[in-house]
């Protein structure tokens, strides 16, 4: 099992940036890492996804706004998060998942099986 640790939420003005990280305990050479966030009461929604291969898909809420990478050296998994607005705030969640094609198969919860504990973004006007 990869225990996930993700870092970097905080608060920030509407227009500002923060960038998350999420550290993994193992690396796998094949696999989908993706970026989910959750307002209370809400569903867990994906945000973008990284998989190994093919590119990267991004919820049409943060697309050119957010960037997802990898460091595979370093197990590492970020989220730049750039011009950031209120409806952005939420639990940010990272996931490891299986190897998938299908841009709905990376932004699904389903195809994740480890998560990390979340952090929190908040974003003010």
């Known amino acids: 099992q990869v225990q996930l640790v993700e870092s970097g939420g905080g608060s920030v003005q509407a227009g500002g940036s923060l960038r998350l990280s999420c550290t993994a305990s193992v690396y796998t050479s094949r696999n989908c890492m993706g970026w989910f966030r959750q307002v209370s009461n809400k569903t867990r929604g994906g945000v973008a996804a990284?998989?190994?291969?093919?590119?990267?898909v991004y919820d049409d809420s943060v697309k050119d706004r957010f960037t997802i990478s990898q460091d595979n050296a370093k197990n590492t998994l970020y989220l730049q998060m750039n011009s950031l607005k209120p409806e952005d705030s939420a639990i940010y969640y990272c996931a490891r998942g299986a190897w998938a094609y299908t841009p709905t198969q990376r932004l699904g919860a389903n195809n994740y099986f480890n998560w990390g504990q979340g952090t929190r973004v908040t974003v003010s006007s």
């Open positions: 990284i998989c190994t291969g093919i590119d990267n």
